[in-house]
């Protein structure tokens, strides 16, 4: 059975397919598949011995701004709230630092091969692993729709945010575009 991936933004209507929101609404178990959950122990990528409490703390803290250089205090966010840092209040985003004290500046598509892909799959293989095999066993005998805010699955497509609900179907080997 394959596995889909929607906008939460619009209904699904699916019959006899088990929907999944894996968004930082959705329910428990699912809810920790997103990005803002605090897993904790995250390895920092490019940061030896630094961990995150979740992947969009990784993801936020590294980012640089024309007013702002990396927060370290977004690694230890635990309430999946006040996590994001905005181009309003610190100024356009000049790319992603190559770790806590690293000296280079990454751009977007690097910055998302570098640093957010390896920590979501670090949280997909070390966190999740009951998770990922509910979705298993639930796909072996039903369509399922992930839910996600966004649904590119394209990590070099720029133009949109990148679907994390993407990545674990990416990551449970059964890649389904729609």
Same mark, same amino acid.
């Given at each position: 059975?394959?596995? @889909?991936?929607a906008? !939460?933004?619009?209904?699904v209507?699916?019959?006899g *397919? ?21 897993h904790g122990g ?10 995150s409490?979740?992947v969009?703390?990784?993801w ?5 701004? @024309?007013?702002?250089d990396?927060?370290p205090?977004k ?5 999946? !709230?006040?996590?994001?840092?905005t181009v ?5 985003v000049?790319?992603h630092?190559?770790g806590?004290?690293?000296e280079?500046l ?5 910055a998302r ?21 509910r ?5 072996g ?15 070099d ?8 609900a *993407?990545?674990?179907v @990416?990551?449970?080997? !059964?890649?389904?575009?729609?």
């Amino acid at each position: 059975m394959p596995i @889909e991936v929607a906008s !939460k933004r619009r209904k699904v209507q699916r019959a006899g *397919a088990v929907v999944v929101d894996v968004t930082s609404r959705g329910p428990d178990p699912w809810v920790r598949f997103s990005p803002f959950y605090p897993h904790g122990g995250i390895p920092v990528p490019l940061s030896p011995g630094v961990t995150s409490a979740s992947v969009e703390g990784v993801w936020q803290a590294l980012k640089v701004f @024309e007013d702002a250089d990396v927060d370290p205090s977004k690694l230890g966010v635990t309430s999946m !709230k006040g996590l994001k840092r905005t181009v309003r209040r610190f100024g356009p985003v000049r790319g992603h630092r190559a770790g806590l004290a690293g000296e280079r500046l990454l751009d977007y598509r690097t910055a998302r091969q570098e640093i957010y892909l390896p920590a979501y799959r670090w949280v997909l293989e070390n966190c999740l692993q009951a998770e990922v095999a509910r979705l298993r066993e639930l796909a072996g005998s039903a369509d399922v729709v992930l839910l996600d805010y966004a649904t590119n699955g394209d990590a070099d497509d720029l133009s949109t945010p990148l679907s994390h609900a *993407a990545l674990i179907v @990416e990551h449970l080997g !059964k890649a389904v575009r729609i």
